[in-house]
Structure formats: C-alpha cells, structure tokens
C-alpha cells in the first residue's frame, strides 16, 4: 500500500470537493480547480469526516504509481484554495531588471533585445522592484511552470553569478582561469 496514498486528504472548513464525471473538483476561498482522475483509482469525499480518501482498483504497477500521485494533486488542490502558492525570482546583473505592462512580463537581462513574456490568466505576477519577480497562484503546477519558463530565459551562471534564480537559490561559484607565468 502506498505510504502517501493511503493517508486522507483532510478539507478545512470554507473549502469543498466533489467528484463529478471522472473529475475531482475542489472549490475554496481563492478559487476552484479541477482534476481528471486515472481510472485505476477511486475518490471518495467523506463529508462527515472532512477528509477526501484515494483507492486504487488492484495491485498493477499502473495503479501503484497513480495512488500517491493522485492524493499528493488533492492535496496540492486543496492547499493552493485555501493558502495559493508563491515563488519568487531575484534577477542579478548590472543593468539586469524586469517590469510588468498590462499581462506581459518584460526582462532585460544582457540580450539585445528586451524579452516580453505574457501572463498566464490564472496567475498573479508582481515586481516589487526591479530585480525580484514574484508569482502567486492557486495551482502549483502552474506557479512553478512559469516560474521555471522565466528562469530558463537566463539561468544563472556560475562564474559571474549573472541570471534569473529562485529568491532562496545558491549558486555554486566557479573560480575562473589562473594566470600563470
């Protein structure tokens, strides 16, 4: 049995789910999301209890690797309607900042033209100041693909230190070349 799958998932109060076609669907204060479930597992809303319970059908190694997976995604669920997630980027460079017009994020960081990156819908993306980005939502998948997709642009480099990070990031430096006489 799954050590994760086996644990329900527990709803707070404000916060509903249901499972409706094939679909877990949970509702809370900052929003609702939805699910598509494998159909090697069922989902189960215990009202009573406020907890939703994950089962899987047989032992197939199918099953096996959907059960946590689908506890952890209500879980995340869950989570993302009652708190959201937040990730946040720190660019570093000289002359290296970021500005936010209308839904689109705008980069310069050391290419020759500025780098416009639209917003998703779902997603909240403010710059405190120049150099920090931060991204909120309430679903995690989506957070940390934006994320990850803005950090891409200019990874970090490990000589200078120059790039996109994440605000909790450690770069490992590297020593550059010795001049030897």
Known sequence: MSRIGKNPVPIPKGVKAS????????EGPLGKLQQALHPAVKV????????????RDGDGRTARA???????LAA???EGVT??????????????????????LQLRV???????????????VTCPD???????????QAVGQFAAEVRALRKPEPYKGKG?????????????????K
């Open 19 to 26: 499972v409706s076609a094939g679909a877990l669907v949970v």
């Open 164 to 180: 996109i990070r994440y605000e909790t990031e450690h770069v490992r430096r590297k020593a550059g070349k010795a001049v030897t």
């Open 130 to 140: 120049q150099t920090h980005v931060s991204i909120k939502g309430i679903d995690k």
């Open 66 to 72: 959907v059960h946590g997976l689908t506890r952890a």
């Open 110 to 124: 050391g290419f020759a033209n500025e780098l416009q990156v639209p917003i998703p819908a779902n997603l909240t």
């Open 44 to 55: 189960a809303v215990d009202e009573a209890g406020g907890q939703i319970v994950v089962t």
């Open 76 to 78: 995340n669920m869950v």
């Open 83 to 104: 708190k959201g997630y937040e990730k946040k980027l720190e660019i570093v460079g000289v002359g290296y900042l970021a500005a936010i017009q209308k839904n689109v």
